[in-house]
């Protein structure tokens, strides 16, 4: 075993096993480890300049080696295990090592290695295991979007995979004071045990993973946001009312609505044209037979004051026009055996390679020409993981790589692709939706949302989860669609209870957008047009589709959250340049507070409001634990109280509590039924 320093890294070499650990930002550490004869040069979320936060000392001792950047220490031992140690000198992760020379206090003849890159025979790939030590009473936060209750992540174990409903986003911040970017794109798994943390990827050319030390959330997610990108700043458009369904089918309909939004004095910023308004998947452009004059139809919206939004697929149909010249260039995700198709839905279709950049400026080029030349400013990117029909990522081959090495980089990947394009052509206030995110996706103007989500107070309660969870894994700019998205009919006053519930929830959140497939579901005419199936559209969601008492309720809210811009102007500020989620668990802000930490389904939007969701059908009010050390006023009732303890707030349909921190001036006007 040599180990050695070297432009202030530190190096362990081992047979075929090459250990690299050096400074990567503000007190964090970079953690490489390979078995081939060179390293595999891809950063992967990794892509900021951080050499001015990274000062190294390393040193080779006759025990142990050493590595510290600030307040954070790896310490080499002689057996070749790391442990992570904070300035205080207390243990913040250590290696998991079980083989019978080794020399620490878990000694045993197990033969359990803590990096394990074993080799996957006829391919130049590895299986990677990389263990940790657990610890007891240590909370996880962040991860990505899974769909369950649990913020605490400690006990879960988590597919590595994106899905309709799932981002994969592998980075979290430990209750312990040490926050880790598992930084590879790779399909695997990482188990959260109470006997052993383990990371897992089915194939990849690498072990590589950053860690950094810092006192409190905000520390760690500052040193992250440093080394991975921080959001742009979010357009004013964005933090009001986003207008949406399961699909406006012609340009005129689209405009009916949004002139009657005018006329009822009803604020609302975006109104979209979703899937299916093309001529096929894979052309990037509007049927005239429905949307004869886009210009003109985005003079009348801006005229209005409402931007319009347009869906963007990354399916390419076998019969579209640019399916050829993408196939011949290989701007197309292959698949190794097997016929050519990722997705036989409406059209047998393939997705474009985002990881390929010919294929990013091929795609950019057309969605130029036949929407952002029309005036198109805003663009959903659907089916963003990708959704393959089959998950056979053994099958699947990008420009970079086996899909099994770099599937989960494409979301990162499709938002690059249009902010790179909208930024060439000057465009300063990007910010494009996108069902699925990777580490990095922020820095692209990214606005996640949690995918086709069930109608359902059981689905509300995982969509509050979800949302803070990608806020402590890093991605600040998330929404749901407001009363889920499949079911729910306008009619049905289960449903109105359960919207009204979502809605006023949304006015909390990053950005509030009505969308959903409303039942019952309404079939297009004609079925067919020029041999391309067409696609209906679900009932009707706007503010007036739900009865006159909703009706009130919806717009109410809707002016709540207009009032509410210049607070969420200022949050998406500090958002922007100091890493903030505008929505996250009160943890962060209270990290010091048991009982804070302990809560799970009330949080902090921005530095003064904290929001506590109606979770439960029939409910009239619920309990909400107060943070000590502040003053908190109820904003339905004018109620003051003093932190450290749990209250009753009063919640008829109408009111979601919501408590103002002492010395912020935002008052909340609630609708009268």
Partial sequence: MAVWTEDGKLYRKMGRETLIIEAWGRNALRVRAFKSAKCDENDWALTEDVSKHSKPRAQVGSEDASITNGGITAILNSEGWLSFINAKEEILLEEYWRNRNNLSRYCCPLNIE???????????????????????????????????????????ILELQHRNTQASVPFYISSLGYGFLWNNPAVGRATFASNITEWEADATQKLDYWICAGDEPKDIMLSYLEATGFSPMMPDFAMGYWQCRLRYRTQEELLSVARRMKQENVPC???????????????????????????????????????????????????????????????????DRGPQIHMNWMGECVFFDATNPAAREFIWKRAKENYYDKGVRIFWLDEAEPEYGDYDFDNNRYYIGPAEQVTNVYPAMYAKAFYDGMTAEGQKDVLNLARCAWAGSQKYGALTWSGDVYSSFR????????GLSMAMAGIPWWNSDLGGFIGGAPSDENFRELLARWFQWGVFTPVMRMHGDRMPYEPPTPEYRNGVRQFGSGAPNEVWSFGEKMEKLLKGYINMREKLRPYIKETMKACQKKGTPPMRPLVYDYPQDENAVNETDAYMFGASLLVAPVLEEDATERSVYLPAGETWTEAYTGKEYEGGQTVTAKAPLEVIPVFVKKGCDVSLEYPRL
């Fill in 269 to 335: 910023s975006v109104i979209v044209a979703d899937f299916f308004h093309w001529t096929i998947q894979g052309e990037f452009m509007f049927d005239e037979n429905d949307w004869p004059d886009v210009p003109a139809m985005i003079d009348e919206l801006n005229s209005l004051g409402i931007k319009l939004m347009v869906s963007i697929w990354p399916t390419v149909d076998s019969r579209s026009r640019n399916f050829r010249e993408m196939a011949e260039k290989g701007l197309l995700v292959t698949n």
């Fill in 114 to 156: 803590a990096r394990e890159l074993k080799p996957i025979p006829a391919q130049q790939a590895w299986k990677l295991s990389a263990r940790f030590e657990a610890r007891d009473g240590e909370k996880i936060y962040g991860m990505g979007q899974y769909q369950d209750s649990h913020l605490d992540k400690k006990g879960s």
């Fill in 459 to 466: 689905s509300m309660r995982d969509q509050l989860t979800a």
